[in-house]
């Protein structure tokens, strides 16, 4: 069976439409601040990372309501409508407390449903097509790449032409857009059932363990709910468990990716903007990393992937991510070297930016798709959401790096970027001590 589930379309769809929101929003949010609010660079790039921290912490939420109480399409359909309403309030608010008040709606929104929607995907296919789950995810982040390659070339030359409202109403539009093609699609899918308030969900299986390990004191922390709960119940919680110690490391990651929209779109406005007889936007250089990502993806899967089979090398999902992660801090390398040549005085063009994006974006294809993938597949139905949020949470707790180093401003011009190169290198030796740890395993609908 080589054809996706006709309700495929409906869930990509979406996320395309969403992500052009999100991402068109995101890419002018440094700017933003820093002109029509007149924030300071260290208050604007904490800012930044603070909200997308949030973002990735609030899918914790989302993956709660979705597993015990609405499922994921109710939830997705009634945090989508708060998403809308932030769009709108930082369309027609402008001050502090309009983009507080709108940044706030907007995490709430898009990170409750990040880990539903991801997951609401994988609930499409069972046993009879799970080899097409991979395809779906390279699917799934073709098009969100997609629809962020013409956000960040079309947002930041809005809000220069036009001004914030209309930069800030379009996502808005293309959010709500993207709620109507979802909701197309609802006759068709395949809808799993919320637990229940009782249903053995991640958090209650934790506490259940809590409360009888001084009566059992079981040798696994986890056997200490067996009883209330049955050994599957139990042994979804063990997944969450065991994947979180491999991929609380991939945080790191993440804190070096997402500032491609802060301390990257910051050192391009200090550079040679001029290119062709034209002038850049320095916000507009993010869209390389969509535009390259859509162009690395089939390189990746058709001809790297292949090829490095051939030579004898088996390619597991913790190997991709652990070569990421080191591919990651060499493109920290080169954007620190950038910032010397600013440092001492000279004025290199901005596009010279594009190397280090190349890199990093390779890192990306390597760390988050597969990632992406995996923690799916790690994750028995019942917490499917759980474990995804966990996957989303790493992200938070990057940006939250991110936001705090940049709030006590240490570090200034390269040794900024070197710092956050050394300890990406650190943090892969770890990872890659972690992976030969995990025991991986296959959980797909039809086989639970």
């Not at 109480?69 to 997705?76: D, E, H, S």
Request: charged letters at 15%.
């Amino acid at each position: 069976m080589d054809k996706f589930p006709r309700q495929i379309k409906y869930i990509v769809g979406n996320e395309a439409a969403e992500r052009f929101s999100y991402y068109g929003m995101k890419s002018i949010l440094t700017v933003f601040m820093t002109t029509s609010l007149l924030m300071l660079e260290p208050e604007a790039k904490s800012t930044y990372h603070f909200f997308g921290s949030a973002v990735y912490l609030l899918p914790l939420l989302g993956a709660f309501i979705s597993d015990r109480f609405w499922g994921k399409y109710k939830t997705i359909m009634t945090l989508s409508v708060v998403y809308c309403a932030g769009h709108a309030v930082l369309a027609i608010w402008e001050n502090r407390m309009g983009l507080y008040f709108g940044l706030g709606l907007i995490a709430l929104g898009s990170g409750g449903i990040k880990p539903c929607v991801s997951a609401h995907v994988g609930d499409q296919f069972t046993k009879s097509n799970k080899h097409l789950v991979q395809k779906v995810f390279e699917l799934f982040y073709w098009l969100i790449n997609f629809g962020a390659f013409f956000s960040t070339l079309l947002i930041p030359y809005t809000l220069s032409h036009y001004g914030s409202h209309w930069a800030f109403g379009i996502p808005g539009i293309l959010m709500a857009v993207a709620t109507f093609v979802f909701w197309m699609g609802k006759k068709y899918y395949v809808h799993v059932p919320p637990t229940g308030k009782s249903g053995g969900g991640f958090l209650s299986i934790v506490l259940e363990a809590f409360e009888q390990r001084k009566i059992k004191k079981a040798p696994k922390f986890l056997d200490n709910a067996l009883g209330k709960y049955d050994e599957k119940t139990v042994e979804g919680a063990r997944a969450v468990v065991r994947i979180i110690k491999v991929f609380v490391t991939v945080s790191i990651f993440w804190s070096l990716f997402e500032q491609t929209g802060s301390s990257w779109v910051l050192q391009a406005e200090k550079m040679d903007l001029m290119f062709m007889g034209m002038k850049i936007d320095p916000s507009q250089l993010q869209a390389w990393n969509p535009l390259m990502v859509m162009g690395l993806i089939p390189l990746f899967s058709y001809v790297i992937y292949p090829l490095v089979e051939r030579m004898g090398i088996k390619l597991t999902p913790l190997r991709k991510m652990a070569t990421g992660m080191y591919v990651a801090a060499a493109s920290f390398l080169l954007v620190g070297g950038l910032q010397l040549v600013l440092d001492h005085g000279g004025k290199p063009n901005a596009m010279w930016q594009f190397f280090p994006y190349l890199v990093l974006t390779a890192a990306e294809v390597l760390v988050s798709i597969t990632g992406l993938e995996f923690a799916y597949t790690q994750a028995p139905r019942a917490v499917k959401s759980t474990i995804m949020s966990f996957w989303l949470l790493t992200v938070s707790i990057g940006n939250l790096l991110t936001a705090y180093i940049s709030k006590i401003n240490v570090f200034q011009g390269a040794s900024y970027f070197f710092f956050f190169m050394f300890l990406m290198l650190v943090v892969s030796f770890l990872f890659t001590y972690a992976a030969t740890k995990y025991q991986v395993q296959d959980y797909i609908e039809g086989g639970n």
